[in-house]
């Protein structure tokens, strides 16, 4: 129980497999209209603000203070810090259902913050300059939080609620394609001989600087009526711009490890979330269709491959999937497949319960594997 504080992906990742069933079953209760947990958040608001601020929030966490000591060679979070932390993350959760939404929304508001302080520090004291950009990204996901939760107080135009969590997925998105143009080629061209994944300067841009300019229609589309072409074009243009930037990855060559293919597979949700996106923006498919697309089948997909991979290395074991990792995997696809069709299909409610039930199947399969070995020291006796 003790190696569960070594290093930051131990309880981050435990809390957000656990929170991502417990959420789902709550989300379901609800959902059916069986029962409400919230009053400070009602409803899909709820489900919404718990599946970015609470899961996406733990595993990004969790990731990012194991790979920031990776990348600087300097401490992050262990220890009584580390608890602390993740109490701060729980108390959060459990305030915003139990009725004190007001001291559960401050407790909130600064987890992304002190998160964002707690990587800065070893990123800026070691001149790490390459990921500087990952602060900033925390930093703007931590100032989007805040802007929600005076939106929802009152304090600020009512609307911002709804833009700034949009913005902050579209962050997030941001984050899921810097990440992925990292381990995506890095991963394959040192697993697969004679593969050599490409980068095209002109590709890295576009691909980039769309999803930056679709943020900010976001943001401002609290405020400000778009033609619903802008973000539309915008995201079509995206989805060509990483389709493009995935091909040039190999990923056909990843085929003969599913530890590999998992992570260009999640990759391929994108440029599709983003062409669904685009036909929402013009009234032809349901909203919900492409942020799950983009929730479920990319980002949750690359989280949950990252979290396999990342555990089963910095406790010891061998970089290969089981089969149990490979059903976790699909399951999660099928997930998002139906979760997508509930948006497309007449069958809206039937689609969207069996989604959420595959959901909670694999993220109580990856419990039952994955559990024993967070919460235990490494096999190779070395620390973390």
Not at 91 to 107: F, K, P
Not at 231 to 250: D, K, N, S, T, Y
Not at 323 to 335: E, G, K, M, S
Not at 372 to 378: A, G, I, K, V
Request: aromatic share 10%; glycine share 8%; proline share 5%.
């Amino acid at each position: 129980m003790k190696a569960l504080l070594n290093l930051g992906f131990r309880p981050f990742y435990t809390l957000a497999a656990v929170f991502a069933v417990i959420a789902l079953l709550l989300w379901l209760v609800s959902f059916t209209g069986m029962a409400q947990f919230s009053t400070y958040l009602p409803g899909v608001f709820w489900h919404s603000h718990e599946m970015v601020f609470g899961f996406s929030a733990a595993v990004i966490t969790g990731f990012l203070f194991t790979a920031v000591r990776n990348w600087t060679g300097q401490p992050t979070p262990s220890g009584a810090l580390l608890g602390a932390i993740a109490l701060l993350w729980i108390g959060a959760r459990v305030l915003l259902v139990s009725g004190t939404g007001g001291l559960g929304a401050i407790l909130d508001a600064l987890f992304l913050p002190v998160v964002a302080v707690a990587i800065a520090i070893p990123i800026f004291r070691s001149a790490n300059k390459r990921n500087y950009k990952v602060v900033g990204i925390i930093a703007v996901m931590a100032v989007l939080h805040c802007v929600f939760h005076l939106a929802l107080g009152g304090e600020l135009p009512a609307s911002l609620s709804r833009a700034s969590l949009f913005a902050v997925i579209d962050v997030i998105t941001i984050l899921f394609a810097l990440v992925g143009g990292r381990v995506i080629p890095a991963f394959t061209k040192n697993a697969v001989p004679g593969s050599d994944p490409i980068h095209k300067p002109f590709v890295e841009i576009a691909a980039f600087g769309l999803l930056i300019l679709l943020a900010a229609t976001t943001l401002v589309s609290g405020e400000i009526l778009l033609s619903p072409w802008l973000p539309a074009g915008l995201a079509f243009l995206a989805a060509i711009a990483h389709a493009v930037r995935l091909a040039l990855w190999q990923p056909s060559l990843t085929l003969s490890s599913p530890l590999l293919w998992m992570m260009p597979v999640a990759y391929s949700w994108l440029p599709l979330a983003l062409v669904l996106r685009g036909l929402a923006g013009l009234g032809i498919v349901l909203p919900g269709t492409w942020i799950h697309a983009l929730t479920v089948g990319a980002l949750t997909s690359l989280m949950i491959a990252m979290m396999m991979r990342s555990t089963l290395g910095h406790t010891g074991r061998e970089l290969a999937a089981s089969r149990t990792d490979l059903v976790i995997f699909l399951l999660l696809q099928l997930a998002a497949v139906l979760r997508v069709l509930a948006g497309i299909t007449g069958d809206h409610r039937t689609l969207t319960i069996l989604a959420g039930i595959v959901w909670i199947a694999a993220f109580t399969r990856f419990l039952l594997r994955y559990l024993p070995m967070l919460m235990r020291p490494r096999v190779d006796g070395k620390p973390g």
